[in-house]
């Protein structure tokens, strides 16, 4: 079993920055890739980013490359998101998730946080 708790949501201005950060806990979290998603308002539930606990490989959906960095602190089994140059298109509740692979698709990933909220006003 795996427990996700994300913060560092918030309301910011668009061109500002925030990060999230989301503590996962459980026996054999080191053993699960790592991923961020985001579901607007009437919209499905998205890709972000994911990272592997081992080697710290990345991937990005291509629209948020350059602008999202994820990142991770295994000494804390902290999973972070680096948020640059938000739009308000950005405005969504972003989830962390755990599962076997960095898959983009959400059904892949076995664990779910509770989400936290950004928004980013115009």
């Known amino acids: 079993q795996v427990q996700l708790v994300e913060s560092g949501g918030g309301l910011v201005q668009a061109g500002g920055s925030l990060r999230l950060s989301c503590a996962a806990s459980?026996?054999?979290?080191?053993?699960?890739?790592m991923g961020w998603f985001r579901q607007a308002p009437g919209k499905e539930r998205e890709f972000v980013a994911g990272?592997?606990?081992?080697?710290?490989?990345?991937v990005y959906k291509d629209s948020m490359k350059g602008r999202f960095t994820i990142s991770r602190d295994n000494a804390k089994n902290t999973v972070y998101l680096q948020m640059n140059s938000l739009k308000p298109e950005d405005t969504a509740v972003y989830y962390c998730?755990?599962?076997?692979?960095?898959?983009?698709?959400?059904?892949?990933?076995?664990?779910w946080g509770k989400g936290t909220l950004v928004t980013v006003s115009s």
């Open positions: 998730a755990a599962g076997g692979a960095i898959v983009q698709n959400p059904r892949g990933m076995d664990y």
């Open positions: 990272i592997t606990w081992s080697d710290g490989r990345t």
């Open positions: 459980g026996r054999t979290v080191s053993r699960f890739a």
